[in-house]
């Protein structure tokens, strides 16, 4: 995990997603925390399951917590939740700095299960055959 950059931004993000008792954890990843230009800042939430049921749920939650996110920062927020995403972004946003985590656990068996999906994407489709 990276060192959260400083600033009155990250410090909202991490006051109003610490108060949202069904964030489980949430990170911030991407251009926003590699010092380039950035648009908007990204960041992944894993929800507690009773909070967020389907995609449809997590879909309409990311839309209300980015809203009221972006209001209070002042710069777009992109949330993803994910309890949905595809492995290979979980991956990605793993590798960024937390900002909320009540369940270090959880979060380290996903991080281990977003790497072994992504190796096994890598290797090839089928077993070289065995010479006779």
Known sequence: MRDIPGGGTTKILVEELGAREEVVFA??????LEGKGFHDIDVG????????KDEVDA??????????????????VDIVVLNFAPMWLT????KGA???????????ALRLA???NTC???K???????PN
């Open 27 to 32: 990170v911030m990843f991407g251009s926003f």
């Open 45 to 52: 939430i894993y929800v507690d399951r009773k909070a967020v």
């Open 59 to 76: 879909s309409a939650y990311a839309d209300e917590v980015s809203g009221r996110l972006t209001k209070k920062a002042g710069v777009p």
């Open 91 to 94: 991956r990605r946003a793993l």
């Open 98 to 108: 937390l900002l909320v985590d009540r369940d270090p656990i959880l979060r380290a």
């Open 114 to 116: 977003s790497i072994d």
């Open 120 to 122: 096994m994407a890598l």
């Open 124 to 130: 090839p489709c089928r077993e070289p055959s065995m």
